[in-house]
């Protein structure tokens, strides 16, 4: 019976990492709206290291559409510039001697279908994550020796159960993020 438990906690624990790993990517889809997460990918060459941009700056969010990047040294300035271009996010960083500004643009229509279809791609991969989560906690189940067909066939409902759950938290998150993109 402890195999089985640790069977089932791997398995929940694998499915709540797909969840995270999903919220995580639907951050970096903007949906119009200035937001700190927007830049988290972006590195530049600090003192020979690739570093990331939050380690040596302050990101703020001013008002809703403007992103604002106040380095520590003020050497930096054009190396964030150059970064954020880099990272090919699709922002016009400028800098005004002081800190990096960047106005996120309004979304066209066109746009946020793209976006969402992006984010229901991300949903898709996070529910075959989970999927597979199930498929190796049923594997592993068939490997206990001990278990009757019953207890069997219980803890294979058991894995189907949690699968539900994280599903249904897949669809909910997905369209928490859709409302979010279409909301003008």
């Keep these: 019976m402890e ?8 398995a929940a624990d694998n499915m709540k990492k797909s969840i995270e790993h999903l919220e995580k990517e639907l951050l970096k889809i903007r949906a119009g709206r ?3 997460a927007m830049l988290e990918g972006v590195k530049l ?3 020979g290291a690739q570093t990331p941009l939050s380690q ?10 403007t992103l604002s ?4 040294e003020k050497g930096l300035i054009t190396d964030i510039e150059k970064a954020i271009m880099a990272a090919n996010l699709g922002l016009n960083p400028q800098n005004n001697g002081e800190m990096v500004i960047i106005n996120i643009p309004a979304l066209t229509e066109e746009r946020r279908k793209e976006l969402v279809r992006s984010a229901r791609h991300e949903a898709e991969e996070a529910r075959i994550s989970i999927r597979n989560s199930r498929k190796e906690a049923n594997d592993e189940i068939k490997k206990i020796d001990d278990l009757n067909e019953d207890q069997m066939k219980d803890a294979e ?5 949690l699968t539900n759950k994280y599903i249904k938290k897949v669809d909910s998150v997905l369209e928490n993020k859709e409302k979010d993109i279409m909301t003008v």
């Design 69 to 72: 990047v106040q380095p520590w």
């Design 56 to 65: 040596v700056s302050n990101i703020n969010t001013p008002d809703a559409r």
């Design 157 to 161: 409902e058991e894995v189907q159960t």
């Design 45 to 47: 060459d600090y003192y």
């Design 3 to 10: 195999e089985l438990n640790m069977v089932l906690e791997m």
């Design 34 to 36: 200035a937001n700190p």
